[in-house]
């Protein structure tokens, strides 16, 4: 009897400490913070990450093969439209520009010369033609003879021909006075352009050549980008491209800057995606410049895309994924419930969903406390 009550109290003692074990030990119980949702508007953000690039940047080369002369600036530095940046050594284009000169004045020379001998040639004919008729008028009347008549013929006719030999030798000189001219046009044109200019009104990004430096026509003395190209070419998967349009606002972070931002505006959006990576290309401009920027810096960008208006909103971190499905750990009767929601919208900090109310106690996930589960006795 006495082993019986033994093993009996035994029994008892060992299923109070499973019990206790059970309750205190192996269901898993913790304190976890908690959050209610939020209802309010919420600011859908799109991110993307790109570098600093340019519209269009101006490759600034030289239009002949030649030697560099003088830099009038350099990288890093602004310019202004039409401003002299560099010149090429003209060689000996000033003296083909003087002979070409000398050559125009030699040909107005022989144009002058010509129309003088023109008209003397005009008075020789006068008096030919007067002579001509005198023994024409003879001739009939038997005064003059035959040879007579015929040499004051071939005098005038001879007169005639140089007449118009020397009117073919003025139009001549004169089509050599504006061939000359052209010639000299063309030559100042060209000793012209060995001076280089600044296409608009920029920032200097790079200087590609140094002076005494022999270039050919096709290389790179300045690169030169304006201040109103200047934007992130920033790159973004398709999936959450689709409500990117042009003229929204948006935020960018230089590398260089990171606890700076900087107001942007989506200024271009590509038509083609990239078929490999599956991303789009998306153009954000600087609503104000930051000075001085680098062409090729990162920069992250984050676009406002659309506003959702009376939504409720719980932090992201809250977010957790069950068997592909989204939801949150809520608090039913002590014990863990996964709530599965539907994503309205998502950025940065905080979420848009759907089949949740303001009431309800969400459960804050810890990497350092037991991971929930279903049924899960937890403490608030």
Same mark, same amino acid.
């Given at each position: 009897?006495? $082993? ?23 269901i ?10 939020k ?6 953000k ?7 690039? &340019?519209? #269009? ?9 030649? %030697?560099? %002369? ?12 039409g ?9 000996d ?15 107005k ?21 007067a002579?001509?008729?005198r023994? +024409? ?30 009117? &073919? ?9 504006k ?5 000299? %046009? ?5 000793l012209?352009?060995y ?16 002076? &005494? ?28 491209s ?11 972070i230089?590398?260089?800057?990171t606890k ?6 989506? %200024?271009?959006?590509?038509? #083609? ?11 954000v401009a600087?609503? +104000? ?27 992201t971190?809250?977010i ?12 039913q ?9 539907t ?11 759907? $089949?949740?109310?303001?009431?309800v106690?969400i ?18």
């Amino acid at each position: 009897m006495n $082993n019986y009550l033994k093993y009996v109290l035994i029994t008892l003692l060992v299923l109070v400490s499973g019990t206790v074990f059970y309750n205190k030990i192996y269901i898993p119980k913790s304190t976890y913070k908690t959050i209610t949702p939020k209802r309010g508007d919420m600011q859908l953000k799109t991110f993307g990450i790109g570098n600093v690039g &340019a519209k #269009e940047i101006y490759n600034i080369t030289a239009l002949f093969a030649s %030697k560099i %002369k003088v830099l009038y600036t350099d990288e890093g530095q602004w310019v202004k439209k039409g401003q002299l940046l560099a010149e090429m050594d003209v060689v000996d284009m000033p003296e083909l520009v003087k002979e070409a000169k000398i050559s125009v004045q030699k040909a107005k020379i022989e144009v002058t010369a010509s129309r003088k001998d023109l008209d003397a040639l005009y008075a020789q004919r006068d008096l030919a033609l007067a002579t001509y008729d005198r023994y +024409k008028k003879l001739k009939i009347q038997s005064f003059a003879s035959q040879s007579e008549y015929d040499k004051a013929k071939a005098d005038f006719d001879a007169i005639r021909a140089q007449i118009a030999a020397t009117k &073919a030798h003025i139009n001549s000189a004169i089509q050599e006075v504006k061939l000359a001219q052209t010639n000299v %046009k063309a030559l100042e044109v060209k000793l012209s352009r060995y001076k280089i200019y600044a296409p608009v009104n920029g920032y200097v990004i790079a200087k590609k050549a140094e002076v &005494a430096q022999s270039i050919v026509p096709t290389q790179s003395i300045f690169k030169i980008v304006s201040p109103q190209d200047i934007w992130i070419r920033t790159y973004i998967d398709e999936r959450i491209s689709g409500n990117i349009k042009v003229g929204q606002h948006a935020t960018i972070i230089l590398r260089s800057h990171t606890k700076k931002k900087f107001a942007g505006i989506v %200024k271009r959006i590509e038509a #083609e995606s990239d078929a490999v990576t599956q991303e789009r290309e998306v153009d954000v401009a600087f609503e +104000k410049l930051p000075i001085p920027f680098y062409i090729n810096e990162q920069a992250e960008v984050l676009i406002n895309t659309k506003r959702l208006q009376n939504v409720v909103t719980v932090p992201t971190k809250v977010i957790v994924y069950k068997d592909g499905k989204s939801g949150v750990w809520i608090v039913q009767n002590s014990k863990a419930h996964f709530q599965k929601v539907t994503l309205l919208g998502i950025n940065d900090k905080t979420a848009a969903v759907k $089949n949740l109310t303001t009431n309800v106690v969400i459960l804050m996930p810890a990497k350092n406390k037991k991971r929930l589960s279903e049924g899960a006795r937890v403490y608030q």
